[in-house]
């Protein structure tokens, strides 16, 4: 072949090799959250062929709650997760760390009351005296056995972060039948106990990291978390300001600033929404905060269903220590701990590979011996 026929050929070759969207002119920028949304909504719609994708308010403890349902096999089993806080919705950043979950489960994302699209849809003047941890239990009671109902399902798993820490672990000692598992992320354990263990560890690294400022703020609040009261605001938040800046929530991170601002990207948020997703925060922590600093479940010596903890190595935020110290104690059929040594107390945020990884082999294969699968899926 001549020399220019065989260079025409090597061309015509390169360009065929060369994947469309190379050659295609970026798109442009998004101008609008509404366009961002939309591209994240899009890039992330269920399209497989027996998928679920809902958002929609159920009647719950007599007010409308808002749930998102979502997974790309309605015969899965339905995991639904209690978010932290009290009032840190988490349904607004999983776009983010969900997706993957969502090809072995169906995911049940729910902003409880007081929270999050619930707070902005419901008079906060006539929801603030059911603002109970009763209440709030019994909600979470009730949406298990809703879902039950519309799904058809004798057990689903439910996964309590933080503050749902506090309701899974209720419902696995009150429903345990209802469950194939409990999972919990930055488990409570004793809520006093944790925060003198932050204090401590958050001024440890000020020392260490000579911050003057720091250790005066910190020293200041000597004895922090004394006795079993509850810590007051003002010193809860001066601890919580270094302990932040410590990467105790967050690792390697000064707080949860990315992932606070991930909330102006769900797909699922209006934006009357975002303007009033920190209004529903304050109003969930005025409310059950000074409870839940108090909590202590070491009393729970012992479930009829099993028990995972996915705990961060960093976590002083809630003591990942304490957790796992009451998980040596507790009796369960079957229980598992696993570590996240790259993440503190976001630990789907941090390392939200493994996290999908430890549901897939630890949790699901509970609802495959139940034969809680579709017939004709295969992990």
Not at 8 to 19: E, F, K, N, T, Y
Not at 38 to 55: C, M, P, T, Y
Request: proline letters at 6%; one cysteine or more; charged letters at 20%.
């Amino acid at each position: 072949m001549p020399l220019a026929a065989c260079r025409i050929a090597a061309l015509l070759a390169l360009a065929w090799a060369v994947p469309a969207f190379a050659i295609t002119p970026p798109a442009p920028k998004p101008a609008s959250r509404a366009e961002a949304t939309a591209i994240i909504a899009d890039l992330r719609r269920v399209v497989s062929d027996n998928g679920v994708e809902r958002l929609e308010q159920v009647r719950i403890g007599g007010i409308e709650q808002w749930v998102s349902i979502r997974g790309n096999d309605a015969g899965n089993p339905v995991l639904l997760m209690l978010h932290g806080g009290p009032g840190w919705v988490a349904m607004p950043s999983s776009w983010y760390f969900q997706r993957g979950w969502e090809e072995y489960f169906t995911v049940v994302q729910w902003d409880q009351r007081g929270a999050g699209k619930t707070y902005a849809d419901n008079d906060p003047q006539a929801v603030a005296a059911t603002m109970t941890t009763g209440r709030m239990v019994a909600d979470a009671e009730e949406m298990v056995a809703w879902l039950r109902a519309e799904f058809g399902k004798e057990r689903i798993f439910v996964l309590g972060h933080s503050w749902g820490s506090y309701l899974g672990l209720e419902l696995a000692q009150r429903r345990p039948d209802w469950l194939h598992a409990y999972i919990g992320i930055g488990q409570l354990s004793d809520g006093p106990e944790s925060e003198r263990r932050g204090w401590a560890a958050t001024l440890a690294r000020a020392r260490a990291d000579g911050n003057a400022q720091a250790i005066a703020e910190l020293e200041a609040l000597a004895p922090y978390a004394a006795g079993r009261e509850a810590v007051p605001l003002e010193a809860l938040m001066v601890q919580r300001r270094w302990l932040n800046h410590y990467g105790g929530m967050v690792h390697n991170r000064r707080g949860g600033g990315a992932e606070a601002a991930a909330i102006a990207l769900s797909p699922e948020y209006r934006d009357s929404d975002v303007r009033q997703v920190w209004a529903g925060n304050d109003f969930s922590m005025e409310h059950l905060l000074a409870e839940v600093l108090t909590m202590d479940m070491r009393g729970v010596r012992a479930l009829d269903c099993p028990l995972l903890l996915f705990l961060g190595r960093h976590d002083i935020n809630v003591s990942s220590e304490l957790a796992a110290e009451w998980f040596d104690r507790v009796q369960a059929p079957a229980k598992h701990l696993v570590w996240f040594e790259q993440s503190a107390h976001e630990v789907m945020i941090g390392e939200p590979g493994k996290t999908l990884l430890s549901l897939v082999q630890l949790a699901r294969p509970f609802a495959e011996r139940a034969g809680d699968v579709p017939a004709s899926r295969h992990p």
